[in-house]
């Protein structure tokens, strides 16, 4: 079976701080992807990142970046200097190879950034 | 331009009553899908359309029916609305059997009184 979790429920900072959103999940395919989702309080959900089970590399994108671990089984993902905008709630999702169609949730972490 | 629409964005009713709520994407993807997200902000599956068939249907009750008339459309009926059912509903699409990235509506919210 699949499952993604996402222990922190809700995260408060304040502006500038650094933040990073835990994201573990299970899998017995050897083949899958990872993505990361926002949806800010206007309630659309916004693309951020895939990756596959392959590429273990850490990303980078402006003040965002992704560490995946294969070993332990995580995808968290930070966020440097905080702001304001961040605020939203972010989804970590996965799915199989064998079965891209499905896309398996976490529960999602509420950010908070306070000026 | 919106890549995926969804009407309507709000939607008020009472139980038992039946209502629509309609997706349409200009991406010219292959496959469109149904997400629903409950009040504890858990997002999941309920149906996916590769050109106009049905991929996927998780275990949704049979009160709930897609249609896709066209590529672009991937409407969502459900009959009976019941309390359970109040949610926001999410449409998406993707190009074929890609493993790239969903793009998603806006999400309708329905609120069964």
């Known amino acids: 079976a699949q499952k993604v979790t996402q222990a922190q429920t809700e995260i408060s900072v304040v502006e500038k701080e650094d933040v990073t959103l835990d994201c573990v999940y299970e899998t017995r395919d050897t083949t899958y992807y990872l993505f990361w989702y926002k949806q800010p309080p206007s309630g659309e959900l916004v693309f951020l990142i895939r990756r596959n089970s392959f590429d273990e590399q850490n990303e980078i994108s402006g003040r965002y970046s992704w560490n995946f671990q294969k070993s332990t089984s995580s995808f968290n993902f930070t966020i440097t200097a905080s702001q304001v905008v961040d605020s939203a709630v972010y989804f970590c999702?996965?799915?199989?190879?064998?079965?891209?169609?499905?896309?398996?949730f976490g529960t999602g972490t509420r950010l908070q950034v306070f000026p | 331009d919106t890549a995926v629409s969804q009407t309507p964005k709000y939607l008020v009713t009472q139980m038992g009553n039946d209502k629509s709520i309609k997706c349409e994407q200009n991406l010219g993807h292959d496959t469109m899908y149904w997400y629903k997200q409950d009040s504890k902000k858990f997002l999941k599956i309920m149906f996916s359309y590769n050109n106009k068939e049905l991929i996927i249907n998780e275990t949704v009750p049979n009160r709930f029916s897609p249609k896709s008339p066209d590529k672009a459309h991937l409407n969502l009926h459900i009959n009976s609305l019941e309390l359970g059912d109040s949610a926001v509903y999410f449409c998406?699409?993707?190009?074929?059997?890609?493993?790239?990235?969903?793009?998603f509506g806006e999400g309708s919210r329905l609120t069964v009184l």
């Open positions: 998406a699409s993707r190009q074929g059997a890609d493993t790239g990235e969903l793009f």
């Open positions: 999702a996965l799915s199989s190879h064998y079965n891209t169609d499905k896309l398996i």
